[in-house]
């Protein structure tokens, strides 16, 4: 997906504006994505190609859970 333009008189790069405009459906707050961490980053462990379509969408949305599960990772990993 090519990200849209950055809008006029605008200080946010265009990385930013689709970050903001991402799709979150299926929903998933921060607290739902925090509750099920472990258990989707030790299923991504064992299975590179796992996919949870909720926590897929939220972790591109969300910068502080996407970086709490790829230090998840990256220590399994070990």
């Not at 299926?26 to 949870?52: I, K």
């Not at 909720?54 to 990256?74: K, P």
């Amino acid at each position: 997906m090519t990200p849209p333009p950055t809008p006029p008189n605008s200080n946010l790069p265009a990385a930013a504006v689709a970050a903001l405009l991402v799709d979150t459906t299926p929903y998933l707050s921060c607290d739902e994505c925090f509750d099920r961490m472990d258990t989707h980053v030790e299923a991504v462990v064992a299975d590179p190609d796992h996919h949870d379509a909720a926590m897929d969408r939220h972790l591109v949305g969300c910068a502080a859970c996407d970086e709490e599960a790829q230090s998840l990772i990256a220590l399994l990993r070990m």
